[in-house]
């Protein structure tokens, strides 16, 4: 199994960044997606998560009405559209998948992780 994110960059605050995640190896399908970041100094944190169906998503008060997390279940992806953009964005971003979890936003029900990929948001 193997997920490999994609898509960060440098951007100036306010601009749109999007994030893809390519998954092989694994029964897409049957897996919750989510994205974390981490800046450094800080833990770990969830930014988005979708379910096995895509029937629901969850965002912390700090993305919400900015990120949008979508998958494409025919391609094996994942994404985070990500708008208006702030400093304390900027981050290591990764994807993770996890068979079925029962909590979403638990980082230990993740079986696979990416392997990160750098946003810089600067002003």
């Known amino acids: 199994v193997q997920l490999q994110a994609s898509g960060g960059g440098s951007v100036q605050a306010g601009d749109s960044l999007t994030l893809s995640c390519a998954s092989s190896?694994?029964?897409?399908?049957?897996?919750?997606m989510s994205w974390w970041r981490q800046a450094p100094g800080k833990q770990r944190e969830l930014v988005s998560a979708?379910?096995?169906?895509?029937?629901?998503?969850y965002y912390p008060n700090s993305v919400k009405g900015r990120f949008t997390v979508s998958r494409d279940i025919a391609k094996g992806t994942a994404s985070l559209q990500m708008n208006s953009l702030k400093l304390e964005d900027t981050a290591v971003y990764y994807c993770?998948?996890?068979?079925?979890?029962?909590?979403?936003?638990?980082?230990?029900?993740?079986?696979?992780w990416g392997q990160g990929t750098q946003v810089t948001v600067s002003s």
């Open positions: 993770a998948a996890a068979q079925r979890p029962i909590r979403l936003t638990t980082a230990l029900e993740y079986d696979y």
């Open positions: 979708i379910t096995w169906t895509g029937g629901s998503t």
């Open positions: 190896g694994m029964s897409f399908s049957r897996y919750a």
